[in-house]
């Protein structure tokens, strides 16, 4: 039989180093996020000799990780303070107890920015934070 994991006690997390140390407290509940790998890019080499296209690897995309929230003035201000400087940030899968990240933790370095979606009649008020990698994505397992 095929497992699955439900996506309830996903988290986006906010990082705080001291003595090096990175210890992450959960930031703001999210609603949904975006890939966390993006694909690698498709380097053309070939030939006038050739009778099909070749490609090689090259560089990974490093997109931006949008998440959608909904809207609280409190949640939007703690977002606001944190634009115009590199922070920790993950994506934690699971908890146990107190513990963030049992079922994986994905970890980068970033800049935030957080904008208000707009909306119609009768509809949810949200919020889209959007985080500018600057690091790569480093990727554990929390033991509960």
Do not use: W
Request: glycine share 8%; with cysteine; proline share 1%.
């Amino acid at each position: 039989m095929p497992q699955a994991i439900n996506t309830i006690d996903t988290y986006l997390m906010k990082g705080t180093e001291s003595s090096g140390n990175v210890s992450y407290a959960k930031l703001v509940d999210i609603k949904d996020y975006s890939d966390i790998y993006g694909d690698a890019e498709e380097l053309d080499i070939t030939t006038l000799s050739d009778d099909c296209y070749k490609y090689i690897k090259g560089l990974q995309a490093n997109e931006k990780m949008t998440f959608t929230c909904n809207y609280t003035y409190s949640d939007f201000a703690t977002l606001k303070a944190l634009e115009n400087a590199e922070n920790h940030y993950q994506i934690a899968f699971g908890k146990s107890g107190s513990t963030y990240g049992t079922e994986g933790t994905f970890s980068f370095k970033g800049y935030l920015a957080v904008k208000i979606i707009g909306k119609g009649v009768n509809e949810v008020r949200e919020m889209e934070v959007s985080i500018i990698r600057s690091t790569d994505i480093t990727n554990a397992q929390a033991s509960a």
